[in-house]
């Protein structure tokens, strides 16, 4: 089975931190997304990697980053912290060459800054 | 982006078929039809994926007519399990990337 694990279930974090949320996947997949999901908005792309270290923002980059030194790892970085940062994150993985849309995704990390 | 259009609740009981109809009017000749599942506080799963006609798998079937606007998920025999929201997603192929777009879905409640 495709397992993608992200560092956690639920993170609070101050105002004005910097905040690491890290996914990995087991299924040596080129592709890697960060998705944020807010009630009424859906799912919204942050940003996605299809190679180590390569990166492409997505819909709404702004007030984050990320780092892929691996593949299997996706970093998703809040350089300082805000609270309409505060939402569930999702990391989805996929082989470039697979079915097309069909992402795995990982269980979630509530994020609620303060 | 071809929009799509989903009931934003349905109800069933244990036992029955549900049959979820997405109408995406705009959908161009090189879009797939997706649909994914997602349990509360959980990633959404995909369940299925067509073009048209009718595709088949262990978890679904999915039912594309032939002028392709809208398309029906239908899942046999549903269990409490299967309470989740499930979204119909409609895009380009070769955009360049695979962007993920949903929108609200449509919360499925199974009961006893």
């Known amino acids: 089975d495709v397992k993608v694990t992200q560092s956690s279930r639920y993170l609070v974090k101050r105002t004005g931190e910097k905040v690491f949320l890290e996914c990995v996947q087991d299924?040596?997949?080129?592709?890697m997304f960060w998705y944020r999901q807010d009630p009424g908005l859906g799912l919204r792309l942050i940003y996605f990697?299809?190679?180590?270290?390569?990166?492409e923002k997505g819909d709404i980059p702004e007030g984050y980053s990320v780092s892929r030194e691996k593949k299997e790892r996706f970093s998703l970085i809040l350089e300082s912290a805000s609270t309409n940062q505060t939402s569930m994150y999702l990391c989805?993985?996929?082989?470039?060459?697979?079915?097309?849309?069909?992402?795995?995704f990982g269980p979630g990390t509530r994020l609620t800054v303060t | 982006l071809a929009k799509t259009t989903q009931p934003i609740s349905m109800d069933s009981y244990e036992g029955q078929e549900v049959n979820i109809t997405c109408s995406h009017n705009?959908?161009?000749?090189?879009?797939?039809i997706t649909w994914y599942q997602q349990f509360p506080s959980q990633g959404p799963r995909f369940i299925i994926q067509?073009?048209?006609t009718k595709v088949t798998n262990e978890v679904a079937s999915l039912f594309i007519p032939a002028d392709r606007k809208s398309s029906t998920l239908s899942l046999p025999r549903v269990s409490l399990s299967d309470t989740a929201v499930y979204y119909c997603?409609?895009?380009?192929?070769?955009?360049?990337?695979?962007?993920?777009?949903f929108g609200t879905g449509t919360r499925l409640l199974v009961s006893p």
């Open positions: 067509g073009y048209k």
């Open positions: 989805a993985s996929n082989h470039r060459t697979g079915i097309l849309y069909e992402q795995y």
């Open positions: 997603l409609v895009d380009l192929m070769n955009t360049g990337f695979q962007k993920l777009v």
């Open positions: 990697s299809y190679d180590v270290k390569m990166k």
């Open positions: 705009n959908i161009a000749t090189n879009d797939y």
């Open positions: 299924m040596d997949h080129e592709n």
